[in-house]
Every structure is written in structure tokens, then in C-alpha cells.
């Protein structure tokens, strides 16, 4: 499909902020106009080839990402309870991100010191280049006006967003940080358990990590 890199993606919606603050019921929110598309979880899980509009709705893949996700323990009703998935949903950048192999989704399900230091010591530019070249690509054979993405993550690297979207709108959402903070670590607690055989005691580093991010969306 040689005229993927001729896609052009204009004006997308990047919807950031604290974890727990609302990010993923407006993502949801914006994602139900119509005129707007977000990437939803199945054609990020399979993106190859270019999903069709006239089989969006009934790909095989749908089917596919779902019995994948099930086998994953992703609906588990424990995680569901903190964050709802199913093949059909817009889903975050950060699922994207592990295209790249480059994502905060590592650092929430396994304790992985190095690679933590590693991802938020880096540029992210190049992250954000192969996700806009995703996005030209799903576009390809069904366009809407304009993208709707999200993930709290973006907080710490608006400047790279930036030189790769310039034309981008940004979206922050607010909630009490006192109230943030016990939602988060009860959420990552639940990720721990699920994935991995460490569940570490109190915040997982994330008093320290979102004050950074809240300080870095203030100077920029």
C-alpha cells in the first residue's frame, strides 16, 4: 500500500492529564462523534493490513484480539473493574507504544527498574514518529476528520509530541492529586497481581513520577 505514507494526519486530539482523572471516559467520550476516529484495540493488536471501513465492524481480527485478550487476562473482572477492555474500544497511545517496545505498559505490570529509567531518560520522538506512521497507516482505507488519542503519559513529553504533530489539540483533565494517588496504586496493584509475582508496598514511585509530569506540563 505505497500511499500510506502519503496519509496526512491533521489537527488529532491528544487527551492527557493524571491517571485516574478522567482521561479514558473522555477519550470515550470525544471517540462517539463520529467525525472523530480513535484507535480502537483490535486494529492496534493487528493492524496489518489497513482495516476497511466497509468490514470495520465484523473484521476477523475482532474476534481474533478478543480470544487474545481473554487468554492474556485482560478481562478479568478485576481489571476490568479499574480500566474496561474489549476488542472494540478505543484504547491508549501506550498500546501503540509497544510496537516500538517502548511504553509506561511494561513498567505498570512488571517491576522493571532499569527499563523505567530508561524510557523516561530518552527522547521520544522517534516513538512518536512510528505512531504517527500507525496512524497513516489505519487511516488508509477509512478516514475520519481527525484522530482522538489519549494517554496521561503524554505529560512528560509534550515538546516531542509537538514537533511531531504541530498541529495538535491538547486536552488535559484535572482531579485532586490526594484523590489520585490511592485510585492509581490500588490500579497498579491490580496490574501486579495479574502479570507478575512482585507486588511491591505503597505508591510503586508514582507521588514522585506524576508530580514530575504535572511540573513538566507547567513549564511547557
Not at 195 to 205: L, N, T, Y
Request: proline share 9%; net charge negative.
Amino acid at each position: 500500500f505505497p500511499g500510506i505514507a502519503a496519509e496526512t494526519i491533521r489537527q488529532p486530539i491528544f487527551v492527557t492529564g493524571l491517571p485516574r482523572a478522567g482521561t479514558t471516559f473522555f477519550h470515550n467520550l470525544l471517540a462517539a462523534d463520529p467525525v472523530n476516529r480513535s484507535p480502537v484495540t483490535w486494529e492496534i493488536m493487528y493492524p496489518s493490513p489497513p482495516p476497511e471501513e466497509a468490514t470495520y465492524n465484523d473484521d476477523p481480527r475482532i474476534a481474533q484480539a478478543q480470544a487474545a485478550m481473554d487468554f492474556e487476562g485482560f478481562m478479568q473482572p478485576q481489571l476490568q473493574a479499574i480500566h474496561p477492555f474489549d476488542a472494540l474500544r478505543p484504547e491508549e497511545c501506550n498500546f501503540i507504544w509497544e510496537l516500538s517496545f517502548i511504553t509506561v505498559n511494561y513498567t505498570a505490570w512488571w517491576e522493571v527498574p532499569n527499563y523505567r529509567k530508561l524510557i523516561s531518560s530518552m527522547d521520544f520522538r522517534a516513538v512518536y514518529e512510528e505512531e504517527k506512521q500507525v496512524l497513516q497507516h489505519l487511516q488508509h482505507r477509512f478516514k475520519r476528520e481527525r484522530w482522538v488519542l489519549k494517554t496521561p503519559a503524554h505529560m512528560k513529553t509534550l515538546g516531542q509530541l509537538l514537533e511531531v504533530f504541530p498541529d495538535a489539540c491538547l486536552v488535559q483533565c484535572h482531579r485532586d492529586p490526594a484523590k489520585v494517588l490511592p485510585s492509581l496504586s490500588n490500579n497498579l496493584a491490580v496490574w501486579r497481581k495479574t502479570f507478575s509475582d512482585r507486588v511491591p508496598a505503597g505508591a510503586f514511585g508514582m507521588l514522585e513520577l506524576q508530580a514530575e509530569g504535572l511540573r513538566n506540563v507547567a513549564e511547557f
